[in-house]
């Protein structure tokens, strides 16, 4: 993905606690940082952007980007006689965009599951500490009654041995959301094998976003966002976090929810005014 000058300087604005009309930034990078919950898009008819965390701002850019200094990024966009060296320094990349060095994705299971990869079964079954990558996907099959489960925290997907008490009753293939610029691989794999999914994340609006517009657009009735027993109770409880509710808006449209599951956690996020991080049930004592 490229960075342009407009977008970089509107970032620098937005690090110096300015906010932006969402009309002046329309760009595909700035709704992914809205989707990330490190901008934040407001307002019900003239749309504003607020940025959330300069720290994360500047995560993302270094990790997804290579750019660790917007300022140095712009002034060298700004010189026409910049070199490529010059960006190379700047964004480790010398045609200012991120090269994918692997495409697929990550998986991770607690139980063994059987699959085939280029015409050779193996098994899934990594040991505590490791994942395994997939990398020719289009050769990757796995039994349609295994569920793939969509893991969007990162501590989660490392510790999902943690967490198999929540996931009684099927047999959970887990994917991991990250690194992002996997995530494409992973839709078209998922749109070529009958499998169902299931949306491992959040409990807020950043996370119901993610999965209606990250997923279930793509995969319509495959798709349903995972939710556990008692989650009621838990974002009425001192777990759940009200800066995490105030810092998010709603970035979908609750009237295109068809699981009545996902509309009522809406309901209860709005009433309750909390949200609550899904790396709550890594640890808890059942």
């Not at 994918?100 to 050779?120: C, D, E, H, T």
């Amino acid at each position: 993905m490229n960075l342009s000058l407009k977008i970089a300087k509107i970032l620098v604005r937005l690090e110096n606690g300015e906010t932006i009309p969402a009309s002046s930034a329309k760009n595909r990078l700035i709704d992914e940082l809205v989707n990330e919950n490190i901008i934040l898009k407001s307002g019900k008819h003239k749309k504003t952007l607020q940025l959330i965390s300069n720290e994360q701002l500047k995560l993302y850019l270094s990790n997804q980007l290579q750019i660790n200094s917007l300022e140095a990024y712009i002034s060298l966009l700004k010189k026409k006689e910049s070199s490529r060296a010059d960006f190379v320094k700047i964004t480790t990349n010398s045609k200012i965009s991120k090269q994918r060095v692997f495409k697929g994705f990550l998986v991770n299971s607690y139980l063994p599951i059987n699959a085939i990869l280029n015409n050779q079964t193996f098994v899934i079954n990594p040991i505590d500490g490791s994942f395994v990558f997939i990398y020719d996907y289009e050769n990757f099959i796995i039994d349609p009654y295994i569920t793939i489960v969509g893991v969007e925290n990162s501590e989660n997907f490392r510790q999902i041995q943690k967490q198999k008490y929540l996931f009684k009753g099927i047999n959970p293939l887990f994917i991991s959301r990250y690194p992002q610029n996997q995530n494409k691989d992973f839709i078209k794999w998922m749109k070529s094998i009958p499998n169902r999914y299931l949306h491992y994340g959040d409990f807020d609006f950043a996370g119901i976003g993610i999965y209606l517009n990250e997923y279930k657009k793509h995969l319509n009735e495959r798709a349903s966002f995972f939710i556990p027993s008692k989650i009621e109770a838990y974002l009425k409880s001192e777990y759940a976090s009200r800066e995490r509710y105030d810092n998010q808006k709603i970035n979908f449209n609750v009237s295109n929810i068809e699981e009545p599951k996902l509309k009522n956690l809406v309901r209860v996020i709005e009433r309750e005014r909390k949200g609550l991080d899904q790396e709550f049930f890594i640890n808890r004592i059942k």
